[in-house]
């Protein structure tokens, strides 16, 4: 596949990354020549130094031969003008682009993005995503990651097992007869920041990082066998009212009733829109790292304090104040990678990554086959994917046990109907089963063939 991107920035790049690793052809555009030289020096990729939107700079890049282009600039505008240039001069088939501007977004501008308008095919938006993903984990504490999956039946959950975790040192085989009917399925450990694919004889250990696949309606038994048995939150402080806390503030109003919220704002002017635009939610103009403010938010009492400000410092550090002045539970929005791995040590409970929600996001798009839904675990290990079985796959009809499904592949859960089947060896997959699975990232290309429609299908 021939994939324009245009932005080198870190979702460019990491989308780039991914890409080229599947031996992809991909071309990235963007202004910062010294970007340009540091993508084309460490990956397989193209690079052209230029203004994305401009049609001889996308002509350069080889955007009339492309199959998909990907516009992840720092501007809309460029974005939103490159996918318009792509499609009305080079006919792009599959045009992305990432827009954070709200007011674009508005459902009575809806038409905007239509094809006879300004076709884009799909639509990113960071901060909404990220307010979503936040929301998700309020509602399972002591998950630090939840996704859902199969319209819902199914969730992709990350816990951390401490010392006290029930099934720490118990071989991985050994949870069927230990929970006979509970679907759960360990699909990855993170352990000492390096991604492991686990087997029968595995063990979980303190420390690791764990991901499973369960029905959604086992959740709260699921939570409860790695030792979380907390309710719900109802109490939480949002430290930062842009975009993203604005956001998550209006989707706990909309969808949570009777959880108490607070926002922590710096800028005055910005503190007045946000209380404003919000209902039930008390505004406070103050510093998040001033405990006083912090004091004055009631935090001793709070159940979740959440960190959302334009700067991870002041987020991380937040967390930790909060933390020692009483918060049950603390989680902070982190761009830096780096960083993820140290604070998790310090005492903060959950990091939101926005680039890792925006590339996931945007892979689901990319992917060939049946692929319905895709979410990264970590830069480096792997995806979790939910693909639909048509009649033409060669995993239908056979059982897990003889599919020869590639090294580095675990089925977590298959969506039949509206039933959530725990994968055995024996079970044999259906036409129209939506197959719920880990695959490393070396693999990802030949679980796309797996699920791949043959021109004989037509």
């Given at each position: 596949?021939?994939?324009?991107?245009?932005?080198?920035?870190?979702?460019?790049?990491?989308?780039?990354?991914?890409?080229?690793?599947?031996?992809?052809?991909?071309?990235?555009?963007?202004?910062?020549?010294?970007?340009i030289?540091?993508?084309?020096?460490?990956?397989?990729?193209?690079?052209?130094?230029?203004?994305?939107?401009?049609?001889?700079?996308?002509?350069?890049?080889?955007?009339?031969?492309?199959?998909?282009?990907?516009?992840?600039?720092?501007?809309?505008?460029?974005?939103?003008?490159?996918?318009?240039?792509?499609?009305?001069?080079?006919n792009?088939?599959?045009?992305?682009?990432?827009?954070?501007?709200?007011?674009?977004?508005?459902?009575?501008?809806?038409?905007?993005?239509?094809?006879?308008?300004?076709?884009?095919?799909?639509?990113?938006?960071?901060?909404?995503?990220?307010?979503?993903?936040?929301?998700?984990?309020?509602?399972?504490?002591?998950?630090?990651?939840v996704?859902?999956?199969?319209?819902?039946?199914?969730?992709?959950?990350?816990?951390?097992?401490?010392?006290?975790?029930?099934?720490?040192?118990?071989?991985?085989?050994?949870?069927?007869?230990?929970?006979?009917?509970?679907?759960?399925?360990?699909?990855?450990?993170?352990?000492?920041?390096?991604?492991?694919?686990?087997?029968?004889?595995?063990?979980?250990?303190?420390?690791?990082?764990?991901?499973?696949?369960c029905?959604?309606?086992?959740?709260?038994?699921?939570?409860?066998?790695?030792?979380?048995?907390?309710e719900?939150?109802?109490?939480?402080?949002?430290?930062?009212?842009?975009?993203?806390?604005?956001?998550?503030?209006?989707?706990?109003?909309?969808?949570?009733?009777?959880?108490?919220?607070?926002?922590?704002?710096?800028?005055?002017?910005?503190?007045?829109?946000?209380?404003?635009?919000?209902?039930?939610?008390?505004?406070?103009?103050?510093?998040?790292?001033?405990?006083?403010?912090?004091?004055?938010?009631?935090?001793?009492?709070?159940?979740?304090?959440?960190?959302?400000?334009?700067?991870?410092?002041?987020?991380?550090?937040?967390?930790?104040?909060?933390?020692?002045?009483?918060a049950?539970?603390?989680?902070?929005?982190?761009?830096?990678?780096?960083?993820?791995?140290?604070?998790?040590?310090?005492?903060?409970?959950?990091?939101?990554n926005p680039?890792?929600?925006?590339v996931?996001?945007?892979?689901?798009?990319?992917?060939?086959?049946?692929?319905r839904?895709v979410?990264?675990?970590?830069?480096?290990?792997?995806?979790?994917?939910?693909?639909?079985?048509?009649?033409?796959?060669?995993?239908?009809?056979?059982?897990?046990?003889?599919?020869?499904?590639?090294?580095?592949?675990?089925?977590?859960?298959?969506?039949?109907?509206?039933?959530?089947?725990v994968?055995?060896?024996?079970?044999?997959?259906?036409?129209?089963?939506?197959?719920?699975?880990?695959?490393t990232?070396?693999?990802?290309?030949?679980?796309?063939?797996?699920?791949?429609?043959?021109?004989?299908?037509?």
């Open positions: 596949m021939k994939v324009v991107i245009c932005g080198a920035g870190q979702v460019g790049t990491s989308i780039a990354q991914h890409l080229a690793g599947e031996n992809n052809d991909v071309t990235v555009i963007d202004q910062d020549a010294v970007l030289r540091k993508i084309t020096e460490t990956l397989d990729v193209r690079g052209v130094h230029g203004l994305a939107s401009l049609p001889t700079i996308l002509e350069d890049a080889g955007t009339r031969d492309a199959d998909m282009l990907i516009a992840v600039t720092y501007s809309d505008e460029v974005n939103m003008v490159a996918c318009q240039v792509a499609h009305s001069l080079f792009v088939p599959s045009r992305v682009a990432r827009i954070r501007q709200q007011d674009y977004l508005q459902p009575i501008w809806a038409d905007l993005f239509s094809r006879e308008n300004m076709p884009i095919d799909h639509i990113i938006s960071p901060e909404r995503e990220v307010a979503k993903a936040i929301g998700r984990r309020l509602q399972v504490p002591g998950a630090f990651d996704v859902p999956m199969a319209d819902g039946a199914v969730r992709v959950v990350g816990v951390r097992c401490d010392e006290d975790c029930p099934i720490v040192n118990t071989p991985l085989r050994q949870l069927t007869s230990l929970f006979a009917d509970l679907n759960i399925v360990v699909v990855g450990i993170i352990r000492d920041d390096r991604g492991i694919v686990p087997k029968p004889d595995d063990h979980m250990l303190p420390g690791d990082d764990v991901y499973f696949v029905d959604a309606d086992h959740l709260t038994r699921a939570m409860a066998a790695f030792g979380h048995e907390e719900e939150g109802r109490s939480v402080i949002i430290a930062g009212g842009g975009n993203i806390g604005l956001m998550l503030a209006e989707e706990i109003e909309s969808k949570h009733s009777g959880v108490s919220v607070k926002v922590i704002e710096f800028d005055r002017e910005r503190a007045k829109l946000v209380a404003q635009t919000l209902d039930h939610t008390m505004v406070l103009n103050g510093d998040a790292l001033d405990i006083e403010i912090l004091e004055e938010a009631n935090v001793a009492q709070t159940e979740t304090f959440v960190a959302v400000s334009n700067d991870e410092e002041v987020n991380i550090i937040g967390s930790l104040l909060a933390k020692r002045a009483g049950d539970r603390t989680v902070a929005l982190i761009n830096k990678g780096t960083y993820a791995s140290l604070i998790s040590t310090l005492g903060v409970d959950a990091v939101v680039r890792a929600i925006t996931s996001t945007i892979l689901q798009h990319v992917r060939r086959g049946r692929i839904g979410y990264s675990l970590r830069g480096d290990f792997g995806e979790v994917i939910e693909a639909e079985a048509l009649e033409t796959s060669q995993l239908v009809g056979s059982k897990l046990r003889d599919a020869k499904l590639p090294a580095g592949v675990i089925v977590g859960a298959i969506y039949r109907g509206e039933s959530v089947l994968p055995r060896g024996d079970t044999v997959i259906q036409a129209q089963d939506r197959v719920i699975l880990f695959a990232y070396e693999v990802v290309k030949k679980v796309e063939k797996l699920f791949a429609v043959r021109l004989d299908f037509f």
